[in-house]
């Protein structure tokens, strides 16, 4: 098989040797060429080549669940079809993994090749739905272009953590769980937006909801780790399925307090639940109206401020090897 490895040297927790010794094992079974990224959008423009170009079969992403996003962008930069495109393998080397380890594979990039290994000389595969973000037509973001997300995106709240977590991570500081939890704490101090929602959500033949604070779409479940710990905002959520939402209309200090422990608490057969608490399943189509721009983030990477998203679930939307 004629595979492409997209290697992010900045991954941050494989070193150069190991990203060498990764490579080595799949060229014993693969015909392999290795590409490494050298600026932001790289990886998508290399999985957008290899679905162009025809002769590649499968895309390997070696790094975190950015480039992972990024590659997938690529391979489907006109469309689904997952009877064509090359496939999509994963090995995790960020420090979350979302979409890797949703997928069932080990969170060491050595043991993931290992199993990505056992799965292609299995002829393992299966097929994943995805989200698609969009402009909404006729709103002053109508011309932002689409983006696919494999695990996640959110308006709120959780993007503003997200992109504080960013700044924080540009000015040198690692990535663990301290750090989050402080980004949290400084988002919900610093929200003028929380009490009071400004998000109005939209489907088809129903009645809006409105005034969230926040709102959390997942295309699987866990929505998050910390650590070891997976984090279910939607428990429902499946690459099986279309998009699920968690959306808060208020959250106060005690409001807000309750919903955390409860993320915290989380299980596959239950997450956040109450008065102010909105919890959506399979959503084909919908539409986020804000009437202030909020940060809004897509697989945890931050795309600045948005007062309108479209999204759309596509069930079997690319084939993975696992």
Known sequence: MRALLVVNPAATTTSAR????????????????????????????????????GEVELVVALGGDGTVN??????????PDPETLPQLAVVPGGST?????????????????GALLDALRAGSSRTVGLGLVSGTRGSEDEGVPPRWFTFCAGLGFDAGVVGRVEQQRELGKRSTHALYLRQVARQFMADPHRRHGTIT????????????????ICNTAPWTYLGNRPVYASPGASFDTALDLLGVTKMSTVAGARYAAQLLRSTPERGPRGKYAVALHDLTDFTLHSQAPLPFQVDGDHLGLRTNATFTGVRRALRVIV
């Open 70 to 79: 990024e590659v997938v962008n690529g391979l489907l930069h006109h469309g």
């Open 97 to 113: 993994n979302v979409f890797a380890r949703a997928l069932g594979l080990p969170n060491d990039a050595v043991e993931a090749t």
């Open 18 to 53: 190991v990203r060498d010794v990764i490579s080595t094992a799949l060229s014993s079974d693969l015909k392999l060429e290795v590409a490494t990224t050298e600026y932001r959008g790289h990886a998508r423009d290399l999985g957008r080549r290899a679905a162009e170009g």
């Open 201 to 216: 959500l939209e489907q088809p033949d129903q009645e809006p909801i409105e005034e969230l604070s926040t709102a959390i």
